[in-house]
């Protein structure tokens, strides 16, 4: 992927988080911008409009969740949310108001990147309307509604395939249980995670090599499910 | 990987949370007046939070005049209130609009009860509160206990004034935090007449009406109860899982009828069973009528043990006086709202109600909206009582003497009489002296003065003179008529007598319940309560008195003693301990210890049992006084119980505030600890990844950055070890004598690679004795300082340490050039956590506590000011002369 143009804000209080986020993206050959709090965080994303931005929940002067709605009206870059609290509440909203993947404090810069990777790819994707996955043995073809697994027809029920398509449709970004419950059930505010939990069981029987450890459709506990690209 | 994740928090329920965080909090300050201080302590604590960096603005702010709280407002932001027109005058109200746009993070509203003007938005100011919560702003508000509606009635009858404005009690339910505003009634009272509170002419009027002591401690009363439960809540919803349903509230009203036959106690009972199946408040109601005087003293008993039944049960009692007993019970139904009447029904033959009327049928047929419930009274309980209709005074020798005298005297006056008047008119002076004798002395002496006169009369002024034979028939006529006169006269003076007597005592006990009410309103630890009760009883019953408190669940302590009273022995303590365990009176007079030199009461209320009272006299007491002593007891339990209460309430807010530090304390750590680590393993792992891609630079770059973030952490685990082991105890410092000089050039040189960018200098003044100190811990103490200077002065600035040996003491001073502390915070600074400003974040709240916790041990003090040349902190420790080697 050619990364040559693409910039980066990190918006984060801590010098020393900062400090390695920069010489590991620029690594990657990105253009990196640093702000320590929301405001000037805001301010660098007008001014700079990147592609990605790396924002602390934490920061002194807001919640970092409530720039994540302004964020995205700007030029809805990718937005991975940085948490040191463990507050898995806060992940959530801030999943909800846009973000597209979280990384929990303490982590390693490989996690990092390979989470900045998937959500470029799901900003790219949405950008362009992708509109069919094929990874060699699972091909989903959104428009014509088919889907095939080892060349075969997987025998999907009708919500089992809306819960694929929402999910290949979104490759690579963590979505909340919410999301999911409200894409397959738009007329029930209910919302029965349970339910969910039981057709994402189904489907990975169908869909996965061994469903017992998923490779497509992954788990972010607490929080929602991930199709993973390839 | 599965996702078999059940036994965690789900997402929804953790979103669930998230939008009641997204709510904003409502925090009630609650007073039992107005004038206890509610305002003055919100203004109070939102200061502290604006010094802390909380965004905190005033949407309204009733300040009454007073000077105290006007002074607290300084420096607030208080919102312009808004003016509007309703029939032609012009009112200010608080502007809704322009608070919620202004989105402060806290909303301070004075006065949650206020009635908005027609045609605001909302017609109270509560519901403008409930705007604010939901549009995520924190309130602040203050409340008096007489808003709370479900109070709104006992309020009422304790004051006589009827609130209008009263605020649901859901609202208050759903408050994330009460504080209760006290103030004892003396201290309130006192407010009041120095002004504080009203004007003066408005401040007499209060005090003769609302604010009278008796009302006062009521409404305290009511006010702790209500925050008191409150603690109960937070306490059982730290166990109890989100969204369970609150307690089903009722709109039933019970009402029961008590009279003084025994089976009283038992429609009571079952009045009881009736209001708990449905969870309703209950009052128990006696009916004073004509009849009341023609009662006997063990029917009065009576009527008062089954009204403190009923008050024990849970209801509240009431005595009513009326003509007509149904009429005046539908009355008094009607006026608090009663549901349901529950009465008894007595057997009687069905002539005795057609001849006297039936309470019953009364009530059936006038009852109109409201129930009536007849309990059916059992056969075995019912006993007619005979043969005390009227009050034989006992009779004495001496009453008889003191009879015969007066007869003596009468005669002896009536001898010149002799002459001059008729012989048939003697007999006036002879009626004269029974009607003196009868009011005097009682109805046996009255009495016996009638017949001593008669045989008087006929002795010494009937002719035949000097025999009882009576000559003319018109003298026999005379003594009869005498005869059944005196009887007569003596029967109408003796209970004349008899009702000045029962009205005086009337008025004595008034006297004595009024002189312990005030008593007991002026003080507030059970001790007091104790020995304010003991001494009023003992006083009262002219005998020694003594109280204990329950201790535990289970256990009492002599709480208090009136002076001069005995001690008491092992067997007393242990009747004691039998009164309170089975809640019955016992020892001399009772049916249980009757042996004992001591009397024991219960003292117990609706809610708990609160101890036991006992008195020791040489002369029994009367039933007349047990009644008095019952109800004096009544008035010390329940003041027991809310010193109780106080100390419960005192003791669960500690308990929260340990809570909420052990909960700041997790929040600090998790943070503190992991941002450094977060550093190091995202530098390593950079380096390790991409190791060639990176420059040399920003190889270095990140490598000291591994190394200064480790740093970083090692002194913060220095600070927590440091932390524990002051708090442990167990630190005992090794006291050397240290030079000065030395001790802090380590300091400055341990301190530099933390300048980064600020000037560290230091200033020690010369010829400064040796130090007596903990080379440590010294060491430690003034780092700490250095760096929380570093921390606050910024880059650019200057950080000097500065020694000198001046006006007794060897001073050490850290002087930094930063904002300086916020106002209030030169003692806060040193509470555990406690982190000035909003910039402050590397921090770790722990610093200081450590200075001064090590100072303590030392026998140093450290002090923190601003300084006056310029902005910047100074703090001092201070070590006394003896510190001198």
Known sequence: ?230 | MTDEDTQRPSPESLLERAQADARGKLKIYLGAAPGVGKTYEMLSDARKKIDEGVDIVAGVVETHGRAETLAMCAGLTVLPKRAMTHQGKTLHEMDLDALLQRRPAVALVDELAHANVDGSRHPKRWMDVEELLAAGIDVWTTLNIQHVESLNDIVARITRVRVRETVPDALIERADEIELIDLTPDELIARLREGKVYAPDQAQRALRHYFAPGNLSALRELAMRRAADRIDEQVRGHRRARGETAPWATRERILVCIDDRPESAEVVRHAKRIADRARAPWIAAHVQTARESRLSESERTRIADTLRLAARLGAETATLPGDRVADTLLAFAREQNVTQIVVGKAKRPAVFATVYGSVVRDLIDRAETIAIIVVPEAEAARRRHLGNLATWPVLTPLSVAEGVLLAGIATVAAYPLDAVVGVTNLTLVYLAAVLVSALTRGLWAGLFTGLAAALAYNWFYTDPRYTFTVAAPENVLTIIAFSGAAVVVSALAARARHQTLSARAEARTSRELLGLAHGLASVASEEEVAHTLATFTARAFDAECAVFARVGVNDLRLAGAAPGSASLSDADIAAARWTMEKGKPAGRGADTLPGARWFFVPLRTARLFAGVLSISRDTPLSPTERRRLDAMADQGASALERAHIARAYEEGRVEVEGERLRSTMLAALSHDLKTPIAGILGAASSLRTYGDKHDAPTRAELLAGIETEAARMQRYIVKLLDMIRIDSGRLTPKIDALEVADVVSTVLKRATPLAEGVRLRSEVAPGLPMLNADGALLEQALFNLVENGLIHGGPGGEVVVRASWAAGEIRFEVIDDGPGLPAGGESRVFEKFYRAGAATASGTGLGLPIVKGFATLMGATVTAQNRQDRSGAIFTLAFPDSAAA
């Open chain 1, 1 to 230: 992927m050619p990364n040559s143009h693409l910039k980066a804000l990190v918006i984060d209080d801590e010098k020393a988080i900062r400090r390695f986020l920069r010489s590991t993206l620029i690594a990657e050959d990105f253009e990196v911008f640093e702000a320590d709090t929301a405001a000037g965080g805001l301010a660098e994303a007008r001014r700079n409009e990147p592609d990605l931005v790396v924002v602390d929940l934490g920061l002194p002067d807001a919640e970092g969740d409530t720039i994540i709605a302004e964020l995205s009206t700007i030029r809805a870059p990718a937005i991975i949310v940085l948490s040191a609290l463990d507050d898995e509440a806060r992940k959530v909203r801030a999943l909800d108001l846009g973000a597209d993947d979280f990384v929990t404090k303490p982590f390693g810069v490989a996690e990092f990147m390979a989470r900045v990777r998937a959500a470029l790819r799901h900003r790219l994707q949405m950008q362009g309307g992708v509109a069919t996955y094929d990874d060699g043995r699972l091909s989903v073809d959104l428009v014509r509604r088919v889907v095939r697994v080892n060349g075969a027809d997987p025998r999907l029920t009708p919500r089992e395939h809306d819960l694929l398509r929402e999910l290949v449709r979104h490759a690579g970004k963590v979505l909340t249980h919410r999301h999911l419950l409200k894409a397959l059930w738009p007329d029930d505010s209910s919302g029965d995670v349970q339910a969910l939990r039981v057709h994402v069981r189904h489907l990975r029987q169908k869909i996965e090599d061994n469903p017992d450890a998923p490779t497509c459709i992954l788990t972010e506990p607490g929080v929602g499910y991930r199709f993973l690209g390839p």
